[in-house]
């Protein structure tokens, strides 16, 4: 079964506007963490914003936000303001308990225009 | 600001040769991880290492496969007999405590 699911393939947003790129997972630990990274066409993966489990508000880094609605098992990025520097693939991740592995789903790819 | 440094950034060896993949992760960290990306694939966990043995494995993570710290600062992967289906990009990662992932800029494998 899956652990992370990224149901959007490819996103398209114009410049300036907000996009909500979607991530649900699965796990049956009570202690877990949610990670977003991402990845430019130039290969790198840049970490981006965690969310743990017990943290009763949403994640913000800068023009990043996590939605996390712990009941929906949803951990949605918001991106605020895009920029055509944010047209990348995005992966969102999670580690469950107290392991070591960090479990990532297939990505979404976001196209910013202009 | 601190970064991992992996090297080289391309390798092509051919099939049946060994490789080594070499990491300096940042250097207060003490998590310290492999992953690969066959393209245009998810990232997928190889392995983590802390306190000088492997804390996590995965399947893919066989007897072809190993990791050492042989000094302070370096951290390697080695595969002992290369197929083609390891050509992927391999990145090397490092954390300060099980958590958010510092990841290098990856070694692409080719393997031929």
């Known amino acids: 079964a899956q652990k992370i699911t990224q149901t959007q393939p490819g996103m398209f947003v114009q410049e300036k506007e907000a996009v909500t790129l979607d991530c649900t997972y699965d796990?049956?630990?009570?202690?877990?963490?949610l990670f977003w990274y991402k990845q430019p066409s130039s290969g790198e993966m840049i970490f981006l914003i965690y969310?743990?489990?017990?943290?009763?508000q949403n994640a913000t880094e800068g023009r990043y936000s996590l939605n996390f609605q712990k009941a929906r098992k949803s951990a949605n990025l918001v991106i605020s303001a895009s920029q055509l520097g944010d047209s990348a693939m995005y992966f969102c991740?999670?580690?469950?308990?107290?392991?070591?592995?960090?479990?990532f789903g297939a990505g979404t790819r976001l196209f910013v225009k202009a | 600001e601190p970064e991992v440094t992996q090297t080289p950034s391309h390798q092509v060896t051919q099939m049946g040769q060994e490789v080594i993949l070499r990491c300096v992760p940042i250097s207060n960290h003490l998590y310290f991880y492999w992953y690969r990306q066959i393209l245009g694939q998810k990232v997928e966990f190889l392995v983590s290492f802390y306190n000088n043995e492997i804390s996590e494995k995965s399947e893919i993570f066989d007897d072809q496969f190993s990791v050492e710290r042989p000094d302070g600062s370096n951290f390697t992967l080695k595969i002992r007999s290369t197929k083609l289906e390891d050509s992927a990009m391999y990145f090397c990662?490092?954390?300060?405590?099980?958590?958010?992932?510092?990841f290098g800029n990856g070694t692409r494998l080719t393997v031929t």
């Open positions: 796990t049956s630990d009570q202690s877990y963490g």
């Open positions: 969310q743990g489990s017990y943290d009763e």
């Open positions: 990662a490092s954390s300060e405590r099980v958590g958010a992932l510092h």
């Open positions: 991740a999670m580690r469950e308990g107290r392991g070591f592995k960090t479990i």
